[in-house]
């Protein structure tokens, strides 16, 4: 597991439970038919070659196989926090040119803010601090708050989202940029 510091600013894709090739996952989050595709078309769509993804978790279930056929299908340098459903070994990760990120992973954002990404929303949260996690899906939990966001797809129209456009409505009023 890489414990380096990474370029991550607002040009940056974030993305979190995709859970591709869960069988379940699309009866228990109410996916649409064809869920797979959407989410595989909607990356390709928003993110070029060479752009970097933050992948928050629960990428892939299912056979090794499925897995490294899919990554080289899917446009950008990928960097995946892993969620409880990444269970495969770090030479796996690596042999898919995936590099794997500590959770969770913390930095200050160019205007100002305390950014903490994570697989799990973190509670309680420290003030101050924003923090970016999938894994509840579209099953909100009361103890989650405003400075918690949630980058689920099923709440993410089934696409990742560039960090800037994310934080907007976080940013002081001099940092907002059209």
């Not at 600013?9 to 996952?25: C, L, Q, V």
């Not at 340098?77 to 070994?89: A, E, I, P, V």
């Not at 709440?155 to 560039?162: E, F, I, Q």
Request: proline share 8%.
């Amino acid at each position: 597991m890489d414990e380096g510091v990474y370029t991550i600013g607002d040009s940056t894709w974030i993305i979190a439970d995709t859970h591709f090739f869960h069988a379940n996952i699309g009866r228990y989050c109410d996916r649409p038919d064809g869920w797979q595709d959407l989410i595989t078309e909607n990356w390709n769509r928003f993110i070029q070659p060479g752009e970097t993804v933050f992948h928050l978790g629960d990428l892939a279930l299912g056979k090794k196989e499925d897995t490294e056929a899919l990554v080289p299908l899917l446009n950008g340098k990928l960097y995946l926090m892993r969620g409880n459903h990444d269970r495969r070994g770090v030479a796996f990760y690596k042999r898919l040119e995936i590099t794997l990120v500590k959770d969770p992973y913390s930095m200050e954002h160019a205007s100002g803010l305390h950014l903490v990404f994570s697989h799990r929303p973190i509670v309680p949260l420290p003030p101050g601090i924003l923090n970016l996690h999938g894994h509840v899906h579209n099953n909100p939990t009361p103890e989650l708050g405003s400075r918690h966001i949630n980058l689920s797809i099923e709440v993410r129209a089934y696409r990742p989202w560039r960090l800037g456009d994310v934080l907007r409505p976080y940013l002081p009023p001099k940092h907002v940029t059209i």
